[in-house]
């Protein structure tokens, strides 16, 4: 089992950046693949970004343009990048641990959550 917890989140202005940052506790976070997610309000939950167990070049992005993510096995976490920032990305940001470690955009295929960070970009 793995315990997730985001931070970095916070208020910034269209076409700023903000980097998320994923700790993971438990035992096994290297066999995990790891995504963001995002929910703003009245919405589905929605994908944002994925990486396999070893990261690589096994990443997945609704947004490759904007958005990147990293992981670091050693330190147990996994950071998502987020460049020129616009009031539709205001959101609840999730953490999620995939039990494969290949990665997936699907929602249900995420095992464990963290319990998210509000981002809000004003325009």
């Known amino acids: 089992q793995v315990q997730l917890a985001e931070s970095g989140g916070g208020y910034v202005q269209a076409g700023d950046s903000l980097t998320l940052s994923c700790a993971a506790s438990g035992r096994a976070f290297s066999d995990y693949a790891m995504g963001w997610f995002r929910q703003a309000p009245g919405k589905e939950r929605e994908f944002v970004a994925a990486i396999s167990w070893s990261g690589g070049r096994n990443k997945y992005y609704a947004d490759s343009s904007r958005f990147t993510i990293s992981r670091d096995n050693a330190k147990k976490t996994v950071t998502l990048q987020m460049n020129n920032l616009r009031p539709e990305d205001t959101a609840v940001y999730y953490c999620?641990?995939?039990?494969?470690?290949?990665?997936?955009?699907?929602?249900?295929?995420?095992?464990?959550w963290g319990r998210g960070i509000q981002v809000t970009v004003s325009s």
């Open positions: 999620a641990a995939e039990v494969s470690g290949l990665g997936s955009r699907t929602r249900a295929d995420y095992e464990y």
